[in-house]
């Protein structure tokens, strides 16, 4: 942009300086000479521009009247076109400007009716306006987003000390280490927490109020380090710990680096007394390039870690059955949009019920001048009138209200199910051992029992409801029972745990029949889908998937047999607990087998397409049926911390990925993905050799048969050498065996002496009868 001022510099300033009131001579000075360098004589006259002003910005043409130029005084543009400085023209007249006008017509939108741009060229626009010095657009573009979130933004990390030299060093660390490896990511620990007091694993109220009331001498028994590379924290702020990782994950993106993140643990440095670290630790992997393949790039698979959490951020495992959220938040917005909904439907219903009076007192007021032959109608239309609006209320009426007078109504007829009901030898069993149980914690095992029989009873009233609601009965009876040991019985968390595993396998052992898949869901007909789905899905392969798993090596391919099992035999189990065991089971062999392939550890991106193709190739039975059973009647603190709900969440997240799987996830095009869908043709596996177009296809699978001989002859050698091992550990095995006996025979000899042979020979059977002594004569005396 070419700016000269057609005014004589005042002689009393410095050369260069600007007068502080002159606001429209406040912009940056011209990028390109100016008329009067170039050789050529300005008119000191004022320039006189048109009523319609054509403009040629950086090549963009735009043509615009000269008011909406001057629409704010306090402007750049209202300065340039004040007539007071020389702009110059191009060959077709058009006044020209130096600036890039790819959003120079959202600018002019707004100095002509006020419009304001998309929000995607919110950023862009923002600092056109900031160059034009267009006061009244920064302060409106400042109030959307992303520009205000941004702001709230900088305002959170500006609380945060250091935050930009810690960003700064995990930037270089990381490139520090990528270098020395020569690799094109690194991996580097970072400590995030946002209380400066560490957390103790038996924490009580008399400890936690020494938060706040330790002196500064004993503070600094707590000053700690935790081994890592980057520290964040402490802050005073509402934000949390994964709005700060969300911070830096975005920032470092901002830098074209790709950011993933989990966490691995705590630190858990014993400080003092029983005072532990308990700050959080998660591994930042930061990738510099991202790799290629030979035709194009693969995408893969990946999950973030912060996609698998509770979407309202509160820190807990998330599922896709309850809409992203977990157990505790779910039930809160269930329970919000349900007195929503009856709060709606009553005043529905009165609404209907006050139509239906106005529509009745008119229709008497029009009749009441006729005979009286009408009364019987009358009252036979009030009596149905008051049937309707009793219909309607009962239509619109919470079920659970109704579930409850149909309990209250039933109640006096119906036995107890417990006298009525053949128990099965697995509930009897599973009886017995809560029983044994809950014995050894006296008093409070019997409340708990009577506890536990009353709410059994309570669900076989119940059994007319939605499964919705009995999942939200047993939800509500499993929070109270734990809330009540807790503070009626001060029993401690960890035995907690233990009695609500126990109530759970009693009473689900119970209500399994009931309560899985049963007839008013639609969970059968979910689970037909995905067995139908994962049929179809037969041919996808290992590669396709990104899996990093090597099933020719016999350890491996052990594991993967076992992990199909486990998920199988998910079925087979009553307990939402033992469920969930039979996902961790399976989980865990993933993760070894991935480990044997790799020679490392696992990651979270290995794990997830190694799973889907686990549930691919094994079909589980019922799989739908079973996560919405866990889903319903699990305890909610299995499913929101810990191992189990991390791997029942990407289980969850598998299923939705295989739902929703398409020729994009597999880098496949769309006809091939079509074709192997209909099973037209299937896949070709990858071969190792590069064959020419004119190659045999006889040579071909001979070549093929000799490595495959070859591989049954290596694992052969392997068997033989394995048995011959074998025999030679057992035969050293006798010898040794042998020789501890024949030194103990040797150390401890034994004596054996000859038996007395006049002793022996009374009882021996080959004694001859005459060398017995004859047997005594009876004798008779006379009297």
Not at 452 to 460: A, I, Q, S, V
Not at 475 to 502: C, H, L, S
Not at 734 to 739: E, L, N
Request: net charge negative; hydrophobic share 35%.
């Amino acid at each position: 942009m070419v700016v000269v001022t057609g005014r004589e510099p005042d002689s009393r300033r410095p050369d260069g300086a600007m007068s502080s009131s002159d606001a429209e001579d406040d912009f940056l000075e011209p990028a390109t000479p100016t008329a009067t360098q170039a050789g050529h004589a300005l008119p000191l006259l004022p320039q006189e521009f048109p009523e319609v002003v054509p403009l040629n910005i950086g090549g963009a043409h735009f043509t615009t009247r000269l008011s909406t130029l001057r629409r704010y005084e306090d402007t750049m543009l209202a300065a340039m076109f004040s007539g007071r400085h020389y702009i110059p023209t191009d060959a077709e007249g058009r006044y020209f400007i130096d600036r890039d006008g790819a959003h120079f017509g959202d600018v002019l939108n707004f100095l002509r009716s006020g419009d304001l741009p998309p929000r995607e060229r919110v950023r862009a626009v923002y600092k056109e306006a900031q160059y034009y010095a267009i006061g009244p657009l920064l302060e409106q573009l400042e109030n959307m987003q992303p520009l205000k979130g941004e702001k709230v933004r900088q305002a959170f990390l500006g609380l945060m000390p250091y935050y930009k030299d810690h960003l700064e060093r995990i930037v270089e660390i990381a490139r520090l280490r990528a270098v020395q490896r020569k690799a094109r990511f690194a991996k580097l620990k970072v400590c995030v927490f946002k209380e400066e007091m560490p957390i103790t694993p038996y924490e009580c109220p008399l400890l936690s109020s020494l938060r706040f009331e330790r002196s500064e001498s004993d503070g600094q028994l707590f000053e700690h380090h935790c081994e890592v590379d980057v520290s964040f924290g402490p802050w005073e702020a509402v934000a949390d710990v994964y709005d700060l990782l969300h911070c830096l994950v975005t920032d470092l993106s901002a830098q074209g680096l790709t950011v993933d993140h989990q966490c691995i643990g705590v630190c858990d440095k014993h400080l003092i007394n029983h005072y532990y670290c308990k700050r959080p630790i998660y591994e930042f992997k930061i990738t510099w390039w991202k790799k290629m393949s030979l035709k194009s790039e693969r995408r893969g698979i990946h999950v973030d870690q912060s996609e698998l959490l509770c979407k309202k951020g509160c820190g807990y495992y998330g599922n896709p059955a309850w809409q992203g959220f977990c157990s505790k938040c779910w039930r809160e917005e269930y329970h919000k949009a349900r007195q929503k909904q009856i709060q709606e439907d009553w005043e529905l219903a009165e609404r209907l019920q006050r139509e239906e009076e106005e529509a009745f007192a008119s229709s008497q007021s029009s009749q009441g001048a006729q005979s009286l032959t009408f009364s019987k109608f009358e009252e036979k239309k009030t009596n149905e009138k008051t049937r309707k609006v009793t219909t309607v209320k009962k239509f619109f009426s919470a079920s659970s209200r109704v579930g409850s007078k149909k309990a209250e109504i039933q109640e006096p007829k119906a036995p107890s199910p417990s006298i009525n009901r053949q128990t099965s030898i697995e509930t009897d069993r599973v009886s017995k051992e809560f029983i044994e149980f809950l014995k050894t914690f006296h008093k409070t095992g019997q409340e708990i029992y009577k506890q536990t029989k009353l709410f059994l009873e309570t669900m076989h009233y119940k059994r007319d409801l939605s499964i919705e609601e009995q999942s939200e009965c047993t939800q509500d009876f499993y929070q109270n029972v734990a809330e009540r040991m807790q503070t009626r019985g001060k029993v401690p968390p960890e035995r907690v745990e233990k009695i609500m595993d126990q109530i759970e396998k009693y009473i689900m052992t119970r209500l399994y029949k009931y309560v899985f898949c049963p007839e008013t869901t639609d969970d059968e007909k979910k689970d037909l889908a995905i067995q139908k789905r994962i049929r179809a899905l037969h041919w996808v392969t290992p590669q396709m998937l990104c899996v990093p798993v090597n099933e020719e090596i016999p350890e491996v391919s052990d594991m993967v047999v076992k992990a199909i099992t486990d998920i199988i035999e998910m079925d087979s189990k009553r307990v939402p607990r033992d469920k969930l065991a039979c996902i961790t089971k399976c989980s865990k062999h993933i993760f070894n087998a991935i480990k044997v392939t790799k020679n490392e550890p696992a990651s979270a991106d290995d794990f997830l397409p190694t799973l889907i193709y686990i549930v691919l190739k094994g079909n589980p039975p019922r799989l739908q049926s079973n996560i919405q059973y866990i889903t319903r009647f699990c305890n909610p603190s299995r499913l929101m911390t810990g191992e189990d709900g991390y791997y029942f969440t990407n289980l969850c997240c598998a299923v939705a990925f295989i739902e929703k799987l398409d020729a994009q996830s597999l880098n496949l095009s769309q006809e091939d993905f079509d074709r192997y869908m209909s099973g037209q043709t299937s896949p070709r596996k990858q071969e190792s050799e590069n064959w020419s177009p004119d190659a045999c296809l006889g040579v071909k699978q001979m070549y093929k048969n000799l490595d495959l001989l070859s591989q049954l002859n290596e694992r052969q050698e392997r068997i033989m050498n394995e048995a011959k091992k074998l025999e030679k550990d057992l035969i050293d095995w006798t010898d040794g065996i042998a020789k501890e006996v024949q030194d103990i025979v040797e150390k401890y000899p034994l004596e054996i002496r000859p038996p007395n042979q006049s002793l022996a020979s009374i009882d021996s059977e080959n004694v001859e009868n005459d060398k017995l002594p004859p047997p005594l004569q009876p004798q008779v005396y006379a009297g």
